[in-house]
């Protein structure tokens, strides 16, 4: 299944304990626990676009499947990792962060973050 296409966040687990654990500002958290952001994802063979769009906050990573690259974190932060693809799921460990992106049906991508034992879920709907 191709992640191809725009998808905004429709519900979210566990977001303020997950940007706790990052270190965020308890002013920061409040703020970006409510808004809805769009992702937009370009798919072209292992060759990825996704933007992400947060209120006025935009990140933008380009990788390809099994090659090290610079990402961005949902902190802002740039670090290196590798996206690998297992079955129909994007993985990837970023400084303690393991993130997996997945296609669970056409139109919905989840996607989950764990640090420690704190699991935050993104469900995201296409647009």
């Known amino acids: 299944m191709s992640f191809n296409g725009k998808y905004q966040l429709e519900s979210q ?13 308890d002013e920061l958290i409040q703020k970006g626990k409510d808004l809805k952001s769009i992702s937009e994802i370009e798919e072209n063979g292992d060759n990825f676009k996704v ?7 935009v990140i933008t990573n380009s990788f390809t499947i099994g090659k090290e690259t610079e990402l961005q974190n949902i902190t802002g932060e740039k670090m290196k990792g590798v996206v690998n693809r297992e079955g129909g799921k994007l993985k990837v460990s970023l400084k303690g962060i393991e993130s997996v992106t997945e ?25």
């Open 13 to 25: 687990e566990n977001f303020e304990p997950f940007m706790k654990a990052l270190g965020l500002p």
């Open 51 to 57: 933007t992400v769009t947060t209120g006025s906050k």
């Open 103 to 127: 296609m669970v049906d056409a139109n919905t991508i989840v996607n989950t973050m764990t640090v420690g034992d704190i699991v935050y879920k993104r469900i995201s709907k296409r647009m």
